[in-house]
């Protein structure tokens, strides 16, 4: 079992269960995204798309529906605004999990102002990661602490 696993984590399914809804990883900091997609892989959500902007959603084919996004709003680009508005615009199905900064609680506020439907502080505690995403599947919204 990995050193990481928790309870009701990865070692809580099956199997023979199957894999959880696609996601989409709009991540610029490469290490910070082969971190996130490993987890990922680990609690069984396949990676649909991995880029660094909503022009990559282009990328998807027609049979791909993913149903979370993931964007790193701490990455220093300022555009987290313009680039959840845009992709929330384009694939309303998608419901965004948003990465911050530790102390930017305005900006979380207006990430779900947005439509976010949580937000995760950086850095990232994977537990609380994954919950988030858990979450947004399940519709409810919320903050991970931080």
């Known amino acids: 079992m990995p050193f990481f696993a928790a ?15 696609p996601v989409v990883l709009l991540v610029r900091d490469d290490d910070l995204r082969l971190l996130i997609r490993g987890v990922l892989t680990l609690y069984r959500y396949p990676v649909a798309l991995e880029g660094s902007s909503p022009e990559s959603l282009r990328r998807l084919g027609p049979l791909e529906q993913p149903t979370v996004l993931i ?14 508005a845009q992709t929330l615009r384009e694939s309303p199905q998608l419901r965004a999990v948003v990465l911050f900064p530790a102390g930017a609680e305005a900006s979380r506020a207006e990430a779900e102002a947005l439509g976010a439907r949580a937000t995760v502080v950086r850095p990232v505690v994977l537990r609380e990661l994954v919950a988030a995403i858990r979450a947004a599947i399940e519709g409810s919204s919320g903050s991970a602490p931080g």
Not at 7 to 21: L, R, T
Not at 71 to 84: F, I, K, N, P, Q
């Open 71 to 84: 964007l790193d709003a701490g990455d220093g680009s300022g555009t987290w605004r313009e680039d959840l």
């Open 7 to 21: 309870p009701g984590g990865p070692s809580a399914v099956g199997a023979g269960e199957a894999e959880n809804p």
